[in-house]
């Protein structure tokens, strides 16, 4: 079995490919069946277990029936049967495609008719919802297509779906390196989320670029996350990455929190943890735990900025090297970086090489690293279109390249930094203004917990920038507060990127599914 051959310049992989050969089946061949792949609820799983498990998936889709190409659909929380189904279905030559197991009917009934699967693997979290948006779909009606973690009348479960895999179903349908394999869902910011669609060498691409080369993993890392595996990020750092190292990975069920993350910490001792900027001011903010953090050698952070502020403060509390990073669905992972002995808080790094990247003004023009542009960044890990979307794929995608959306600047150094999305920005008296600034320069007041800046019409109907805060619990909302964070913005920042007005927010500020800052509706519930 051959899964790719990497050179000092960048990875070559043969015509003949399949993800699940190079992640878990290349670790067999490499000796490493008895090594634990997985840490589940008190259970050490081996990779001879993961890649026996992950068989009896292809062999079952197949005897029911798949063909190539066909979608199968998760929506599950992480737990083993959610890395059988995804390996399983690639094995098989289905394309997958994940998507996070806490949404609305609604929500399920649009990716059902988006999707369009063939198989579908959910558990109790996402059961009732879906099943009510399966009822009036087109796709997956056979009750035989959807496969249920846990038990439900009408329903097969899991363990025995899997324990009827037979050694005489079809065998896997041959896959190609530019076969399609995992659909890759956007985080829906300015619509409706889409699918970039990657082939099966996009993922080992980045991997032996990012992972392998650039931070250094090796089969000795234990990894854990906050964010859940649907998250493209998450699937990377805590499934794909252990597992192209022979690492191990360990998964938990519930929704991340302070205390069922230190808690895991001091059971397994990961080496390797992954984050975003919420869940860390959480870790922060949870003042009552000492927690042991010495096994871990970094942590990454992605998902949204994190402030500069942030960052210190975790560094003067815990001391573990944050690894900030950017990455995207469309070129399924991070392509700048910071890295372990090389870290520049309020930075993202530098370009991980096998990518190029430059910046772009609003004609479409390369322009200097200095100067604030839109990002274009070209690597072997760009998604090849939008499923249903051309438009948004001649937009954004095409010929190895990627045009974000995303706002940067470059220093002479090499570092990058990011300015916000460019339908983020405020143009304020003619000047335009990044949100990000203003809430790094915000977020470092000892009253503010969270923050977020958009523009709003005065009454004048001119663009101002405003503000929502949270403020922390031994700062409640007043006047007095109001006077005390405009002079402190005031002192700080240019006059027209102080905010016009500050709003105080009693409840947290609303996020998509991947945790994001959602923006669009706080701009609906302050306009």
Request: glycine share 8%; charged share 20%; proline share 7%.
């Amino acid at each position: 079995m051959t899964t790719g051959v990497t050179t000092d310049e960048t990875p070559v992989f043969p015509d003949s490919f399949n993800m699940a050969d190079y992640f878990v089946f290349a670790n067999i061949a490499a000796g490493r069946g008895s090594k634990t792949a997985l840490l589940f609820e008190g259970q050490a799983i081996t990779y001879d277990e993961v890649a026996a498990r992950v068989t009896q998936v292809a062999e079952r889709l197949l005897a029911s029936g798949l063909l190539p190409e066909q979608r199968v659909l998760l929506c599950m929380r992480d737990c083993p049967e959610f890395v059988y189904a995804w390996f399983g279905a690639l094995k098989a030559g289905a394309v997958v495609t994940q998507i996070n197991p806490m949404l609305p009917a609604a929500d399920y009934s649009y990716y059902l008719g988006y999707v369009k699967p063939q198989f579908a693997f959910i558990d109790e979290t996402s059961l009732e919802a879906f099943q009510a948006a399966r009822a009036q779909a087109r796709h997956c009606r056979d009750p035989n297509a959807v496969i249920l973690v846990g038990e439900a009348p009408g329903l097969p479960g899991f363990d025995a779906w899997i324990a009827a895999s037979t050694p005489a179903a079809p065998p896997p349908w041959p896959t190609r390196k530019d076969d399609p394999a995992v659909w890759l869902f956007t985080s829906g910011t300015t619509g409706q989320s889409k699918g970039a669609v990657h082939c099966h060498f996009h993922f080992a691409y980045n991997t032996e670029v990012y992972a392998r080369r650039f931070i250094g993993m090796t089969e000795n890392d234990i990894t854990l996350s906050g964010p859940r595996l649907y998250f493209g990020y998450a699937t990377g750092t805590n499934l794909m990455f252990p597992f192209a190292v022979g690492a191990t990975a360990i998964l938990f069920r519930e929704q991340p929190t302070p205390d069922n993350l230190f808690a895991l910490i001091e059971r397994h001792r990961p080496t390797v943890l992954t984050n975003v900027p919420t869940l860390i001011n959480k870790m922060l903010e949870a003042e009552a735990r000492a927690p042991d953090l010495s096994s871990i050698r970094m942590m990454w952070s992605a998902g949204e900025a994190l402030p500069r502020e942030l960052h210190e403060r975790w560094n003067a509390r815990f001391g573990v090297p944050i690894i900030d990073g950017i990455g995207s669905a469309e070129s399924f992972h991070i392509y700048i970086s910071n890295r372990p002995g090389d870290i520049r808080p309020g930075s993202l790094g530098k370009l991980v090489p096998g990518y190029a990247a430059d910046l772009l003004d609003d004609a479409g023009m390369p322009i200097a690293g200095g100067e604030i542009g839109v990002l274009r960044i070209r690597g072997d890990s760009a998604a090849l279109y939008y499923h249903g979307d051309y438009a948004k794929s001649k937009r954004h995608l095409g010929g190895g390249a990627i045009v974000s959306g995303d706002l940067f600047r470059r220093d002479p150094e090499g570092y990058w930094y990011y300015e916000g999305r460019g339908d983020d920005m405020i143009k304020s008296g003619g000047i335009y203004v990044s949100p990000l600034e203003v809430e790094g320069c915000l977020s470092e007041h000892p009253a503010v917990l969270e923050c977020c800046v958009f523009g709003r019409a005065d009454a004048n109907g001119l663009e101002k920038p405003v503000v929502v805060i949270v403020p922390r619990e031994d700062a409640p909302a007043s006047e007095a507060l109001q006077a005390d964070l405009l002079g402190f913005a005031r002192a700080r920042l240019a006059h027209y990127k102080v905010p016009h007005r500050v709003f105080f927010s009693p409840d947290p500020l609303p996020r998509n599914d991947r945790d994001k800052m959602d923006r669009k509706k706080l701009r609906e519930i302050w306009r």
